[in-house]
């Protein structure tokens, strides 16, 4: 992992990290992040010009600040537990009781804060987010216009959510592999469809949430001893190990060398572009992940390529 000591450090407001792997989001040091008054660690995985990952970490008892944005955001809790309040503007609050295992993501421009309910523990958020690709949209150069229309914009998204009383208990399957849920208080509690071309005895559920166009989610399951399909795609993916142990075996684009990474519960993967990659469980327990990924908006610009 490497430290990018440029203009990054400033116009994020901590250290981005770049590499590939991080070996545990529940340990990685996070710094005070002044900008958000919490602590935080930011990575720029794989070269990803559309996906960007974060740590944040708020103290005992403590709160985030109340927010919104134009950014799409996936949001894990590796650790910890507390509450989140999302509130579309002049509807009702709603409160989301969060734990470890929870996966959530604020519907888009909806205010949102974040509460620790521990008096102990700190709690850790692993957020994905586009914003590289909003800011490629709307001026990565233009700090202030991006940061008015992202963090300033009035437009409310009522479409995707309008402050509906059941909203975040929607729970719906919309056919094999696919289902609808704005809330997931455990992802274990995630039904998984079997998917025999990613792998024999390999699982996995894409949800839809929220609304979301650019940010995918999908859990998957590889069996002990299994090993998932090598497969190649042109999406960005951030992958988040929360179950299990093994490896996964990455052959970049235009590298004739392989590499191999070991994972556990904790770890973070980014596999690059046009990489290929395999993923091997060798826990007794199967493995799960958490896959964010950019697979919709690519087809719906029809550049998908997956082998
Ligand atoms: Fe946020
Ligand atoms: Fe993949």
Redesign the pocket.
Known sequence: MIIVDHDEVERVGTRVYEGSFVTDVKSFPVEPWPEQGNHAAHFNLSGNRLLRAHIMAVPPGERKPT???VNE?VIYIPTGHGYSIVQQEGKLERRLDFQEGSLFS?PLNAY?GHYNGDAQQWVRYFVVTNMPLNQVVYGVGERKIYERFVFGSPFLFTERYNGEENYFSVNERLGPCRWKVNYVKDINEIPLDPSPERGAGARTMHLEMVGNTTVDVQISEIPPGGCQVAHQHIHEEIIHFFQGEGYTVIRRAGERERRKYLWHAGSLLSPPRNSVHQHFCTSREPARYLSIQTEKLMKAMGIEARQ
């Open positions: 927010h919104r944005h955001a604020p949102h």
